[in-house]
C-alpha cells in the first residue's frame, strides 16, 4: 500500500503517544529472598537499589557459578486468573527461570573483556563468585490479549494505550564469596515493558521480561568490570526495534 494510506493513521498514533505518561521503573518491593539491608537508591548503578560491601578485593575473583534461579519468592499476583492462564503458571515461571540463568551465563561468556570465566564446579573457591538470583515479580505481556484484534498501525496504537498499565517484572540478585559465603553485594531492580512503536515481543507472553533479563545480565557483568568510581548508565525504557 501507498504511503498516503498509512499516513493518516501514522500522524493519529504520534498523537495519541505525545500525550501519554512517561512509564518509569518503581522501586522493587521486598520479597523475602533477601535482607535489604543498606540498599539505596544508587544513582551510578544501572539496578535500582544495590549495596556493595566496601573494602572488597574485587580483582581476586576469575570465576563465577551462576546458581538456578529462585521463583519461590514471587509475589502474588491476581493478573494470570485475570488472563485465564492458571493452569500454566508453574510452567510459564519455570521456562523464564531458565532462561534468565541461561542469559547470565551467556553474558559472561560473550564478556569482550573475558573478565570472569563460568565455574560449574560445585567445589568452593576462594577466587570464585556466586551468583544468586530471583524472580521476585512477573506479569503477563498484557499486550497479547489486549491487541486480539492487532493490525499493522491500529495495533500499535492499542500498544501505546497500553503503557498507562504495563506489566512488570522484578529480580533480585545477591553476590557471595563462594568459599566463605559472605555477601559482597547486592542488586534489586523492578522494569515494566519497554515503550515500543513495533514490537514483537506483542506475540509472545515472556517477550519483554525476557528482553528485561537480557539487558539486566549485560548489566551486571558491567557493573564488575567498572573501574572504581565510574558509572554504569540503566537500560533505556524506550525501545524503537521490532526484535
Known sequence: MRLSYWLPQII????????????????????GFMDQKNMTIRGDL??????????????????????????????????????????EIQ?????????????????????????????YSMSPSPDTLKVEMALTELTPNKVLLKAAGYVPLYGLAVKAVNQTN??????????????TGEILAKFADRQNEPFTLVNVDQFNWYGFAEKRVDEWSVKLVETLNR??????????????KPW
Open 46 to 87: 544501572p539496578f535500582e537499589m544495590g549495596w556493595i560491601k566496601p573494602g572488597v578485593n574485587w580483582q581476586k575473583y576469575q570465576k563465577v557459578v551462576i546458581e538456578p534461579v529462585d521463583t519461590k519468592h514471587l509475589l502474588e499476583s491476581d493478573a494470570w486468573q485475570e488472563f485465564g492462564r492458571t493452569g
Open 91 to 119: 510452567k510459564d515461571i519455570k521456562k523464564l527461570a531458565m532462561y534468565t540463568r541461561g542469559a547470565f551465563s551467556n553474558a559472561f561468556i560473550t564478556d569482550p573483556k573475558k573478565r570472569f570465566k563460568i565455574s
Open 227 to 240: 573501574k572504581p568510581g565510574t558509572v554504569v548508565s540503566k537500560s533505556s525504557n524506550f525501545n524503537l
Open 166 to 179: 504495563p506489566s512488570y517484572v522484578s529480580i533480585e540478585i545477591r553476590l557471595k564469596d563462594a568459599k
Open 12 to 31: 493519529s498514533l504520534l498523537f495519541v503517544i505525545s500525550f501519554l505518561p512517561v512509564c518509569m521503573a518503581a522501586d522493587p518491593r521486598p520479597s
